[in-house]
């Protein structure tokens, strides 16, 4: 679709990265604590959404998962789930790059045909981890627990060697070349 797209998957992949590290010294109790209006555990959200990133790249590729990552089953480690966040992030930042835009991903669900326009994917791989990465972070909010900056500002700050969008641009440049002027502590 787009280089631009594509920058989106990467704060996507860095963000999950970056609360599975706020979470790996996480205690058993603690993992399992929730709050209302979230998806469940933090054990349980974190293989959901990554498990979920996996399906949205199995629709996307045309291919069916050996083994789904999903539900409320045992965590699999942190450097498993990881390696496996690691794996769909730069994938769905490939997909991202190369689907075009006219593109339907085609399948079945609940023995019904359907043809979605491949960017609904994309869109409901963002949403969907944007929702429960905040899902983890109201926990630890409630825990008592300072969750990570994960908005894009901190992406921007943390990831400055970070390839740009398009060609000469520059995470803080605006595309007339003058610098962009802001202040991060002030826009979040």
Known sequence: MSALLADFFRHNAWANQHLL????????QQL???????????RDTLVHLIGAE?????????????????????????????????RSGDDLIEVARRTP???NVRGVRGGEPFAIPAAV?????????????????????????????????????????????SPGATPGVADSGAPHTYSAATTR
């Open 21 to 28: 590290d706020a979470c790996a010294g996480l205690t058993e």
């Open 32 to 42: 399992d604590a929730t709050a209302p209006g979230t998806y469940g555990s933090i």
């Open 54 to 86: 996996k399906r949205y790249l199995a629709a996307l590729n045309g291919v069916e998962l050996e083994r789904p990552l999903g539900g409320a089953i045992d965590l699999p480690g942190f450097a498993a789930l990881r390696e496996q966040s690691r």
């Open 101 to 103: 835009p006219s593109r």
């Open 121 to 165: 994917f994309l869109m409901q791989a963002i949403d969907h981890a944007t929702e429960h990465r905040t899902h983890i972070r109201t926990i630890l909010t409630t825990l008592g627990i300072e969750p990570p900056d994960l908005d894009a500002w901190t992406f921007m700050e943390q990831t400055p060697a970070a390839p740009p969008s």
